[in-house]
Every structure is written in structure tokens, then in C-alpha cells.
């Protein structure tokens, strides 16, 4: 299986490519059970937090463990916008993103009950790995209208395109077959 070697601090991995869409494959980047690189990244992504920064809010699932790490460190709240709506959920707040990963329509909600926790307060998007930007563009629109404002994102990687509005570590090409 063809690689892609990444370094993040003192970690290494030797990142699968994965065709995603036909003709389109990417180094796929996993945190979830892989501790030390989660921790590695969330403590560097930590100290480029900026100062202003009042909550971090996250996708759910792969990037949950990253933002948790930088939270902790930060002492900063941390917000999970879940991928489904759930009845124990008050009055939540829905998108939806089609990201490049699953290539598929997918939900992004907010429960009610954290609503206050980002009205008026300045934002933080965590995510592990930024390509169209479909997900901070869904994100992004979800705080507008709960009344936070979008001031930072942060990411492990950016993939694709070079990005000058994301703060990350990091950056992995897209596998493009003609």
C-alpha cells in the first residue's frame, strides 16, 4: 500500500492513501485511538490558540479527541456539533455539509442547550483536516446564526489547496489520477 509520511512535533506516521472519489485519493489522517499523535497535536494547536478565543466547537467525531486535548489545556469549553439531531436534544440548530471524506450530505447540530454557552462569545473551529472547506463554511453559517462569531480554526492539516485562513500544522496533497 502506497504512504504518506507526516511528522507532527516528535510524532511520525506513515499515512494510508485512500481513493475517496474516482480519481481522487487522499493520505488519510486518523486521531481516534491514536493517543500520543492527538495529544502531540492538541498541545502544539494549544499554543497558537489565539487569546481571544472564548469556546472551541467541533465536528463530531474524529476531530472530538483533539479538541478535548486542547480544552483541557486551554481551560477553554469545547462544543461537539453532532452529526445527527437526537430527542433529548432542545430546539437544536441543523446544517448541512457534504464533505470530501464521504462525498455524501451530511447533518452538523447544535443542541439548544449549548446555544449559551456561544452567543456573543469568539469561536474557535478545531477540526483534524481541512480540504474544501465545506464543513468550516457549514460551521461557520451554524455559529452566525447562534450569535458566536468565527475568529479562529484550527487544524492538524490543510489538504489540497494551500490555505491562508486556517491555522495548522501541517499540510497533505490530494492524489489526483488523469
Do not use: C, W
Amino acid at each position: 500500500m502506497e504512504t504518506h509520511r507526516v511528522q507532527i512535533g516528535s510524532i511520525s506516521r506513515d499515512l494510508p492513501i485512500i481513493e475517496v472519489a474516482p480519481g481522487v485519493s487522499v493520505a488519510l489522517f486518523n486521531l481516534l485511538g491514536d493517543a500520543p499523535m492527538t495529544e502531540e497535536a492538541g498541545k502544539l494547536l494549544a499554543a497558537k490558540l489565539p487569546s481571544n478565543v472564548d469556546v472551541l466547537i467541533t465536528p463530531e467525531v474524529k476531530a472530538v479527541p483533539l479538541a478535548h486535548v486542547i480544552s483541557r489545556i486551554t481551560g477553554k469549553p469545547y462544543i461537539v456539533a453532532r452529526k445527527t439531531a437526537k430527542p433529548y436534544m432542545k430546539t437544536p440548530v441543523v446544517r448541512e455539509v457534504i464533505s470530501i471524506t464521504t462525498g455524501k450530505p451530511q447533518l452538523l447540530v447544535i443542541d439548544g442547550f449549548d446555544v449559551d454557552i456561544i452567543q456573543g462569545k469568539n469561536v474557535a473551529i478545531i477540526d483534524d483536516v481541512v480540504s474544501t472547506g465545506g464543513t468550516l463554511r457549514s460551521l461557520s453559517s451554524l455559529m452566525a446564526e447562534i450569535g458566536g462569531t468565527v475568529v479562529a480554526t484550527l487544524t492538524v492539516f490543510t489538504e489540497g489547496d494551500a490555505r491562508d485562513d486556517v491555522i495548522s500544522l501541517g499540510h497533505l496533497p490530494l492524489y489526483l489520477k488523469k
